[in-house]
């Protein structure tokens, strides 16, 4: 129950948000919050939630607090609403981003040089290296306020999830959807392994300039050959030319044997449509051919680095042959090409290979360059042999490392893949299923990355990664194994304590299943995506362990991660879970845009735009950071994070909010106010403007819980954001002198206004918990737990609100809509006028539409006060106090009547005011006639603009079918009211100078020139409602030295002096 003896908190009105972070922390601590929080929702339906798991190879950036933070929202959200929401964190420990970290500390280039320093020495430093770094994204996890459990973390890394990954890998292998192939793969030679396509469409690709080189092949048999033919073949990889194995010709495209008049000595052939393109239009078609003359042709190829027995190197026929490029001939090499490979086996070519692994030639007058480097250097050779018909640059596309940056190349190598192109039905079926925020990710982006779905190559060439299960004898039989256990049984040892990591997995050799000759593992690990892939079931280490949580866990109800995950996690998930247990993993799945500069830029070291979470966190706290990721447009919209933004975050939301709760909580502890039961008169026996404030806050709730339901942070964020204004720049504005008055004035009503704020404040807690769970909590403790001991230890325990009936009232939000409206048409009247707010006005009309007039009629001592004028009066129009005119709009008037459009307009502009005003209201009902030299013409609004003049003391403005006049006429009781409020306003701005707190009392000394102003103040009683406003005991006349200077309106000054007045 509230305490009446329990004081309100000294709340500051500058607070640092960081140290609020800091003790609202250190209090969750001391009262377990987030334990508490899973505990009291024990039994309770489960929502479930999966942690994508950061991969611990650096430290974290701001691109990982947006993925926390929304990641954050919804659990708490969903906990306010009932549910069991457990969160377990989790930890992506393997793979390139972790090895090329420690390669990086190790001063490592190369395989070679790991294998040097050893796989164990080398693993057992990238299992160091994540724990390290895992231990910086855990510092940055509680300091942004995600609440996940790091107790019970995943680690990809551990012994039992590589145990369950085992399994999955079995489960595939028995299901015929694992295999071995000769393929050619996207290749990294810095990392000596090849990537699934997932992986190079993360990497992405970068607009490059390569080699654009025409080299001659001669015919060596033929016809053709007799005349001295050369095929015209075209390639942008002339580090391939010397594994060379055939040149295709499409079936389908016409070639000519053609002579250019620069090489007037040779005959090149050439598809027919590229002729020109590539040998120019001096050019003579000697014959014409199809591509059925040319297959089977030999040729002799410009390298011969490698003597090959059998035939090759002759013309085949590609349908992957086209002519919008190049000379419609094309060079074949199956090392390196997948189209190649496949060609290749078609027609039975050799796999010519003198590449190593790490990209560089192993022989010929190359051996030890790199691929791309050596690209000039066999340019130079063939013009040298003169085989160069012309060279150039072709700019495009290239793919990268997603991690190391370096070039890829295609390179055919054997490896492991997963059949995932045999469910690509399945997958698709799967994927119609989720509902995707945003919506078209499920069609296009993600769903046209599953239509055109490869097989995942599955196996790396690395060290620290899950090895895979697979033993394999000299025979060629694979035995897979799905644990440790089933492992050492199999090798006759007890395995239950073997890490089953490189290098010591390696050693386990076993009898073949199908021979019984000796098996070992295969070198390879697997892809790291695998593991992330199968955290729904290997964070409990399933099926060996944890089968109840999984089956309790899964499908996820809710995963988030940015939206470049489509082609990573969200994809990894998708796969494995379709493909084990034929079912989608998660239900619903929210896209995340990437982090950019202010400007725009991706931020990168080079720009120098790199921006440390910690920088932002220290400087504004992490609710203004937060509130930054959520709310600034839609998730899937790139975010702009600079200091600039979150500081105005911090100005714009979370100061405007906080000022509300210091004035509350500084006027409830000066007037002795708590919230006791049965204090406030019932909510339909308040003031207006606190029935208006609860029927809107109510209306919000419902907006941000449908909003939630719908993961529309957007519209959520928007409608508190906008909350939140109103609260502090409307109802408290508007209800500021409620609070002022003593307690003897409006006793019900002032106690009707403190109970009302207190109920908006704590109900706003609760609604900004999810978002801001810093500053919300801290509301929570200075409103609730401050004057109710008894009450729950944080707004973070609490149900989500659901406002009584009783607040709910559309009828008076429809109606308070339309008062603002009218105000703010007032003060674009009081701009327009000149005359500044301070200074008041006899009255104002006003118009509004008809069904409006009666609501509003109940509104107007609030329009009133906020125009600062005496009277407001509804008016049926407004018309006789502004002089109407029409001026014509010739964008209209010329299509209309064309050469007499200047006669329509001319007699437009002629008419008098009374007649434009009758003419302009028959437009504004549809259409009016104008007589134009003795014919009548129809004219339409559009043809015409309105312009009012206003008449003589007043001052009219019209917004739609609003319109407000302001009656400008000042008599001198209206000027010296004007000038009072400017003093009042002067010394509460030099009361806030000298820092004086809002209740001290003072003297005030005053000297006003010229003196019959002065007169006039003290004369009629306006000194006195000085001395009220600005609780000053006395007001005396006269100037003291050091008195402040102040200029007050119509060149009036004044010199006052505040002395604070310890009154006993």
């Known amino acids: 129950m509230t305490d009446p003896e329990r004081a309100w908190p000294d709340v500051t ?143 990809t890394m ?107 000595d040779e005959l090149l052939i050439v598809a027919a449509d590229r002729v020109t393109a590539v040998l120019g239009d001096d050019v003579e078609v000697v014959d014409q051919l199809t591509a059925g003359d040319l297959v089977g042709l030999h040729y002799e190829a410009p390298f011969t680095l490698v003597e090959i027995d059998g035939d090759y190197r002759y013309v085949v026929a590609a349908d992957v042959v086209t002519t919008t490029e190049g000379s419609g001939l094309v060079h074949m090499a199956p090392a390196f090409g997948e189209d190649d490979l496949a060609i290749g086996r078609r027609e ?101 990355w599953l239509e055109n779905n490869v097989d995942w190559a599955l196996s790396r060439d690395r060290y620290w990664g899950t090895p895979l299960p697979f033993w394999l004898c000299p025979d060629g039989h694979v035995t897979v194994v799905a644990s440790r256990a089933e492992l050492g049984q199999l090798a006759g040892l007890d395995l239950d304590d073997l890490d089953p990591h490189r290098p010591y997995v390696d050693e386990i050799v076993v009898p073949c299943s199908d021979c019984g000759r000796d098996a070992r593992r295969v070198e390879e690990v697997a892809d790291a995506w695998l593991d992330s892939g199968a955290m729904p079931f290997a964070q409990f280490g399933y099926p060996h362990r944890g089968r109840d949580a999984f089956a309790a866990r899964f499908p996820a109800d809710f995963i988030a991660e940015a939206i470049d995950q489509t082609r990573g996690w969200f994809y990894t998930l998708l796969a494995e879970s379709t493909l084990v247990f034929g079912e989608t993993p998660y239900r619903s799945v929210l896209c995340l845009g990437h982090i950019v500069d202010e400007d725009g830029r991706k931020m990168s070291k080079s720009l120098g735009n790199v921006l440390d979470p910690w920088t932002l966190l220290d400087r504004s706290g992490a609710d203004a950071l937060r509130w930054l990721m959520i709310a600034e447009g839609n998730p899937w ?13 911090l100005r714009r939301f979370l100061l405007t909010l906080w000022n509300t709760h210091y004035f509350f909580t500084t006027y409830a502890r000066i007037d002795g106010w708590h919230p006791r039961i049965g204090d406030a008169p019932p909510v339909a026996d308040r003031h207006p ?186 008016a049926d129009a407004t018309t006789d106090l502004a002089d109407r005119h029409l001026k014509p709009n010739f964008r209209a008037l010329g299509p209309a009547f064309q050469q007499d459009a200047p006669n329509v307009a001319e007699a437009l502009r002629t008419l008098g005011p009374h007649q434009a005003g009758a003419l302009a209201d028959q437009l ?85 020139e010229p003196g019959d102003v002065a007169a006039s103040l003290r004369g009629r009683g306006w000194l006195d409602v000085v001395g009220h406003e600005v609780l000053a005991d006395e007001v005396r006349p006269g100037r003291v030295a050091g008195a402040h200077e102040i200029e007050l309106s119509g060149g009036v000054r004044a010199a006052i002096t505040v002395t604070p007045h310890n009154r006993a």
């Not at 509004?848 to 609030?862: I, Y």
Request: charged letters at 30%; one cysteine or more.
């Open 637 to 649: 919209l790139n975010r702009r994070v600079s200091v600039g933004l979150t500081d105005d975050i």
């Open 13 to 155: 009105n500058h607070p640092s948000f960081p140290d609020l972070d800091k003790a609202v922390q250190a209090r969750w601590r001391e009262r377990g919050v987030f334990a508490e929080s899973l505990r009291r929702r024990d039994g309770a339906p489960i929502w479930s939630f999966y942690e994508g798991p950061p991969t611990a190879n650096g430290r974290p950036g701001v691109h990982h607090v947006e993925a926390r933070v929304f990641k954050d929202v919804f659990p708490r959200y969903r906990t306010m609403k009932g549910f069991q929401v457990p969160r377990k964190a989790g930890w992506d420990c393997h793979g390139l981003p972790v090895e090329l970290e420690v390669e990086k500390e190790l001063g490592l280039n190369s395989k070679p040089e790991i294998e040097a320093f050893g796989i164990e020495a080398f693993n057992q430093r990238c299992r160091e290296s994540v724990g390290r770094y895992v231990r910086d994204f855990e510092d940055l996890t509680e300091r942004i306020g995600f609440w996940v459990d790091m107790s019970d973390a995943y680690w």
């Open 158 to 264: 551990d012994s039992e999830y590589v145990e369950s990954v085992w399994w999955a890998l079995k489960r595939l292998w028995d299901d015929d959807l694992i295999f071995r192939d000769h393929r050619v793969t996207p290749y990294c030679p810095r990392c000596g392994t090849g990537l699934s396509d997932a992986e190079v469409a993360l990497g992405g690709y970068r607009d490059v300039a390569d080699p654009s080189v025409y080299v001659r092949f001669p015919i060596v048999d033929g016809p053709l050959a007799e005349r001295g033919a050369s095929l015209l073949v075209w390639t942008t990889t002339p580090w391939t030319l010397p594994s060379n194995a055939a040149v295709a010709v499409g079936p389908g495209i016409s070639y000519v044997l053609a002579r250019a008049a620069q090489r007037s």
């Open 924 to 1008: 504004a009902q549809g259409q009016a006639t104008i007589d134009v030299d003795g014919r009548a013409r129809a004219i339409t609004a559009d043809m015409v603009e309105v312009v009012e003049t206003p008449r003589t003391g007043w001052q009219l403005t019209r917004e739609g079918a609003t319109s407000v006049a302001l009656d400008t006429e000042l008599t001198d009781e209206l000027r010296t009211e004007g000038l009072a409020r400017e003093l009042i306003r002067a010394v509460n701005d030099r009361r806030k100078d000298l820092g004086l707190d809002l209740d001290q009392h003072i003297f005030l000394q005053v000297d006003i």
């Open 348 to 448: 039975g070519l050799p796999v010519v290979n003198p590449v190593d692994p790490q990209g560089r030639f192993d022989r010929g007058p190359w051996e030890g360059q790199f691929v791309k480097a050596a690209d000039p250097l066999i340019i130079e050779a063939l013009d040298e042999a003169g085989a160069l018909v012309r060279a150039g640059t072709y700019e495009h596309a290239y793919p990268f490392c997603w991690r190391c940056k370096s070039p890829l190349i295609y390179y055919a190598k054997l490896s492991w893949y997963i059949r995932t192109t045999a469910r690509r039905a399945e997958l698709l079926a799967q994927n119609a299923k989720i509902d995707w925020h945003p919506e078209h990710i499920r069609d296009g982006r993600f769903g046209n």
């Open 689 to 874: 403007m606190d029935r208006w404030v609860l029927a809107e806050l109510a209306d919000v709730c419902d907006a941000v819980d449908t909003a939630l339901e719908r993961y529309d942070v957007t519209t959520a964020t928007r409608r508190l954001e906008d909350f939140v204004d109103d609260l502090s720049n409307w109802y408290v504005r508007r209800s500021r002198r409620r609070f002022w008055k003593s307690s003897a004035e409006e006793p019900r009503d002032k106690s009707s206004a403190y109970a009302t704020l207190h109920d908006v404040l704590v109900t706003l807690s609760q609604l900004l918990a999810p978002f801001t769970p810093f500053v919300a909590d801290q509301l929570w403790e200075d409103l609730v737990r401050s004057q109710d001991a008894d009450a729950a230890p944080s707004v973070h325990l609490t149900d989500y609100p659901a406002p009584p009936r009783t607040w709910r009232d559309d009828a008076l939000r429809a109606a308070m809509d339309t008062a603002r409206r009218v105000v703010e048409v007032g003060r674009q009247a009081r701009n327009q006028s000149g005359i500044r707010i301070r200074q008041p006005l006899a009255r104002a009309l006003v118009t509004v539409p008809g069904h409006e007039r009666p609501a509003l009629r109940t509104l107007l001592d609030e329009v009133a006060e906020e125009l600062n004028v005496k009277t407001v009066e509804l």
